[in-house]
């Protein structure tokens, strides 16, 4: 249960686009459409995101989008915002029925 | 207002056992599989185990496999962590988390999930564990 790979770290100035990538195996990401992803502020609950790759739950802005190519999923955030800054997660179910988080990326607003 | 409130956390020696509990309210608990999410201090998340709606079905991270149990009282609107052997490692602040549903087997007047996404989509405010001598 090694856990997913994301950069540690991503920067973009307000309006602009940035991409998250989240990489793993054919036995998570790669072999299912089961990766998610979450918005964590320190002294918050994480808040849902993405599921099922590319599934915007109500309520969450049309800014975050979500892709897969492989064994590597994308989290987007178009039209950056200052309030955006947070640590993103993104999560995959596994082929021995567990669920794998990635190591986190920290994105900052410049 | 759909929300689980946590408790139950608090300082543990190494080797000894605490229980962590999560009360839902605002939806249907037995409607629903349930999560237990950790964050160690510095560190990224890291699920921790699973339980499907009825109850029958568990599974756990090889971390805590054969030390941690899972459970819930469908009659309490409760999810229960009953950590044992506890280490140092186990240290962090501990999120219970409902899973998203994708479709429902409804018999004798109780709807249960039988399709999950596999994503969490209502978390607690967390609870923390601290394991130290």
């Known amino acids: 249960q090694s856990a997913l790979t994301q950069p540690a770290s991503v920067s973009g100035s307000p309006g602009q686009s940035i991409t998250i990538s989240c990489t793993g195996t054919s036995s998570d990401v790669g072999g299912y459409n089961y990766v998610s992803w979450y918005q964590h502020r320190p002294g918050n609950a994480p808040k849902f995101l993405i599921y099922?790759?590319?599934n915007r739950p109500s309520g969450v802005s049309y800014r975050f989008s979500g892709s897969k190519s492989g064994n590597t999923a994308s989290l987007t955030i178009s039209g950056l915002q200052a309030e955006d800054e947070a640590d993103y997660y993104c999560?995959?179910?596994?082929?021995?029925?567990?669920?794998?988080f990635g190591g986190g990326t920290k994105l900052t607003v410049l | 207002e759909v929300q689980v409130l946590q408790s139950g956390g608090g300082l543990v020696q190494p080797g000894g056992s605490l229980t962590l509990s999560c009360a839902a309210s605002?939806?249907?608990?037995?409607?629903?599989?349930m999560n237990w999410v950790r964050q160690a201090p510095g560190k990224g998340l890291e699920w921790v185990s699973f339980?499907?709606?009825?109850?029958?079905?568990?599974y756990y991270a090889d971390s805590v496999k054969g030390r941690f149990t899972i459970s819930r009282d469908n009659s309490k609107n409760t999810l229960y962590l009953q950590m044992n052997s506890l280490r140092v490692e186990d240290t962090a602040l501990y999120y219970c988390a409902r899973d998203l549903c994708g479709g429902r087997h409804c018999t004798g007047g109780t709807c249960y999930c039988t399709t999950t996404y596999y994503a969490m989509d209502v978390w607690g405010q967390g609870t923390t564990v601290t394991v130290s001598s």
């Open positions: 999560s995959s179910y596994t082929s021995t029925s567990t669920l794998v």
């Open positions: 605002g939806f249907t608990f037995i409607g629903y599989a």
């Open positions: 099922e790759v590319t």
């Open positions: 339980i499907d709606s009825s109850g029958h079905n568990t």
